[in-house]
């Protein structure tokens, strides 16, 4: 069975830094592009950021996706952090916002950039 559990949120204050993690069970996700997503109140899930199978980090503006396939868990350090990226943030195989590969979805872990 597959398993995404997600930690590391919480509160920040705008400029400030969250780094976040998904420990991954049923797969290996080094054979999978795996993906950060994230859905704010109100929103449909959008995908926030993707590392490749052949990467172990992609940056991409002021978030970087890593993984580490020898503990099959995904990461995302999150720098200079707005209100506007305010939501509940999932990990997944693949790019897709509105499936999962494997058919299901963590609980998220909610992060919130406020003063």
């Known amino acids: 069975q597959v398993h995404f559990v997600e930690s590391g949120g919480g509160l920040v204050q705008p400029g400030g830094s969250l780094r976040l993690s998904c420990a991954v069970s049923?797969?290996?996700?080094?054979?999978?592009?795996m993906s950060w997503f994230r859905q704010a109140s109100g929103n449909e899930r959008e995908l926030v950021q993707i590392?490749?199978?052949f990467l172990t980090a992609f940056e991409k503006g002021r978030f970087t996706a890593s993984r580490d396939n020898s503990k099959n868990t995904l990461y995302l350090q999150m720098d200079q952090l707005k209100p506007e990226d305010t939501a509940v943030y999932f990990c997944?195989?693949?790019?897709?916002?509105?499936?999962?590969?494997?058919?299901?979805w963590g609980q998220g872990t909610q992060v919130t950039v406020s003063s």
């Open positions: 997944n195989a693949g790019s897709d916002p509105r499936t999962s590969v494997f058919g299901s």
């Open positions: 049923g797969f290996n996700i080094s054979s999978y592009d």
């Open positions: 590392v490749s199978r």
